[in-house]
């Protein structure tokens, strides 16, 4: 095992009796190496996590940073970090939200629709998925298991491959440039991770506190909705929140389905069209982009630990 | 009176059939349609007298192939997708390793790590967008004041910058770098949350063992974590080569397809959106899902430990 030359051997039983004493911490003699290492390695340690803070963290802090500056200070001293008590505004935010109307971009009526279709997508995924996952995870039929390997599938084609013929299609039959084809779209896009996560909660339920439920005479609708969702209420909860996440940051669909009706955007395209100009001022854009972020970023850290707990089940089993 | 097994398969087919639907609907119908489209010649004017006996043609494909810059596209988005995915794991891996023992504020340091994970891509690719300006980028302002340049990088617009190094003059493709660096930053999270939660599993033993035994920290690692870890890489490597691979919103948001860094998928929406050639478009997102299923059944052949969505078995 170990390639250091330096080390001094260590018998079993002196090992086992380092053990013994001083169970967290054995007792071992420290090699120049191994000195080394530690110290290089711990302050190693020490700069990655302060990198990856910055790093993670400044594009968000400069993009609020900046959204409370009015542009023409911007553009006169762009590298400043801070903002100055007189400088503070809140006119980009009033900008943004405004009404197209009253000179405003309307960013309100984005918002209220990108919340319907996240919401939307969320209540018919979910009705869609939790007896799916049932489904696969604890009754038996024929082809059970070619179902994953068609939601695998699924992953495998470009979402691209897929907005073709949706496009086709919904110009035909008059779902372009609506939020209900939007959601149908995104709810198509959602069940196949929404099952995967949910499966693999289901199936760690006991079959026995069914199979009670059973005798005591429900029958399968019953046992699924007085069982098995109280049950799994956190990971539905998690996996609500998930899909809700896709819905609200989605973007290439809404800007293959709504781009010519300005009334139906959702923010991520209302963000993106405009920013692509230049009639509107970046800070408003990055008052739009706050706006655009905070409701996810809020939902995460209410529900972290559900989210990534729902996310990762089954990555510690290798 | 059924038996209770053709119960249960009966309960199984009606749980089920709500997804089926959606899925084939929604999924595999537009998949198949789109294979049909693409040996048709259909234009979005055209499109109301195009069905399924209309004439089949290879058409497309050929139109596809010989247009200027398919392949330097194909190549492209290889380069993105390698580039891409080693950068985020890399992180994820450093991340994760560093996060792994408790210190003050862990859990706050490891949510605000998934922060670029979860935020909206339009904002986080509009707020790169001006910190990278040339204009009034505070990357650029740093970099001509901390760093000494002479002028202004654009690197989002920019196809090359000769870089002089030792008397040599070697290209640095900026945009297509600049891309593959938004992807690395977009997508540690997610690296770094699958191989956080194996390394917690990791039984403490065997490194206890070797701690013992006076392995020293990058021994411990090579020998008795790496090891450990490899499957999730190896999952991880995979799983984020296709999702970059059929990456469309960061590379059209980034630089719009300009610059060098014009990935198929990003093509597909051109041909889409700005020809209106629905026939070639189509054509060539099925080249793309060609080339894809052709390296993963490369690495399934080769490099592949194991990989199915089931883990009850």
């Excluded at chain 1, 039983?13 to 090699?31: G, H, I, L």
């Excluded at chain 1, 339920?205 to 007085?226: H, N």
């Excluded at chain 2, 492209?76 to 792994?100: D, E, K, P, Q």
């Excluded at chain 2, 040339?134 to 090359?160: C, H, K, T």
Aim: hydrophobic share 55%.
């Amino acid at each position: 095992m170990s390639t250091d030359q330096t080390a001094p051997p260590v018998t079993p039983v002196e090992a086992a009796a380092a053990v013994e004493t001083a169970p967290r911490r054995p007792v071992r003699v420290s090699t120049t190496r191994d000195t080394a290492e530690t110290v290089i390695f711990g302050i190693l340690r020490w700069l990655t996590i302060a990198f990856l803070i910055v790093v993670t963290a400044f594009p968000f802090y400069y993009m609020l940073l900046l959204s409370v500056r009015p542009i023409d200070k911007v553009l006169q001293n762009p590298a400043r970090l801070w903002v100055s008590a007189e400088e503070f505004t809140v006119e980009t935010y009033r900008t943004v939200l405004r009404s197209v109307e009253d000179g405003g971009q309307g960013f309100l009526s984005l918002l209220f629709n990108t919340g319907l279709v996240a919401l939307a997508t969320v209540a018919v995924t979910l009705l869609v998925a939790i007896p799916g996952s049932y489904a696969v995870s604890r009754l038996r039929f024929t082809g059970r298991r070619q179902v994953h390997f068609l939601f695998l599938a699924v992953y495998l084609f470009p979402s691209i491959l897929l907005a073709i013929p949706m496009f086709v299609l919904f110009t035909r039959i008059g779902l372009r440039g609506s939020l209900a084809g939007l959601t149908i779209v995104y709810v198509a896009q959602t069940v196949p991770v929404s099952i995967y996560m949910l499966r693999n909660y289901l199936s760690t339920i006991p079959e026995s506190i069914e199979e009670a439920a059973a005798i005591d005479g429900c029958s399968r609708l019953d046992i699924v909705r007085r069982v098995v969702i109280p049950l799994a209420a956190p990971a539905i909860m998690a996996n609500a929140l998930y899909i809700f996440m896709i819905a609200w940051n989605e973007f290439l669909f809404a800007l293959l389905f709504l781009v010519e009706e300005r009334d139906k955007w959702t923010v991520s395209l209302g963000l993106a069209q405009l920013s692509g100009g230049i009639e509107v001022s970046k800070t408003v854009l990055m008052a739009g982009s706050v706006v655009l972020t905070i409701p996810v970023v809020l939902l995460f850290f209410a529900a972290e630990r559900l989210l990534v707990e729902g996310l990762t089940a089954g990555a510690d089993k290798g | 009176m059924p038996t209770l097994k053709q119960r249960e398969a009966r309960a199984g087919y009606a749980f089920l059939s709500p997804t089926l639907v959606v899925v084939l609907v929604v999924v595999v119908v537009p998949i198949l349609w789109t294979i049909m489209l693409a040996f048709q010649e259909i234009r979005l004017a055209n499109i109301r007298d195009a069905g399924i006996f209309s004439a089949y043609s290879l058409a497309n494909f050929g139109t596809v192939f010989q247009s200027t810059g398919f392949w330097q596209s194909l190549i492209t988005t290889v380069a993105y997708s390698i580039g891409a995915t080693a950068l985020s794991v890399g992180i994820g891996l450093a991340a994760a390793l560093a996060l792994r023992r408790k210190f003050p504020m862990r859990t706050g340091v490891r949510a605000a790590m998934l922060l670029p994970y979860v935020a909206p891509v339009v904002a986080v690719t509009f707020a790169w967008e001006v910190m990278l300006s040339p204009q009034y980028g505070i990357a650029n302002r740093w970099g001509q004041s901390l760093l000494g340049w002479d002028r202004p990088v654009a690197f989002l617009s920019q196809r090359e910058l000769t870089w002089s190094v030792f008397g040599f003059d070697i290209p640095v493709p900026v945009a297509l770098l600049t891309v593959i660096a938004f992807e690395g930053w977009r997508y540690f999270p997610f690296a770094f949350l699958f191989l956080l939660a194996r390394l917690q599993a990791v039984p403490a033993d065997l490194e206890e063992a070797s701690y013992v035994d006076g392995a020293t920290i990058s021994q411990r690692f090579r020998w008795i974590i790496l090891p450990q870890l490899m499957p999730v890489i190896a999952l991880l490597a995979v799983l984020r080569f296709i999702m970059t691979f059929n990456k469309f919103d960061d590379v059209y948001l980034l630089t719009g397809g300009g610059a060098g860094t014009e990935v198929v998928s990003v093509r597909v929406y051109q041909f889409l959106t700005a020809r209106f050639d629905i026939g070639a478009a189509a054509a060539q997102a099925l080249v793309l899902a060609g080339v894809l299923v052709v390296f993963l059944a490369v690495y399934m052949k080769f490099f592949a430990p194991r990989l199915d969505g089931d883990n009850e078995h």
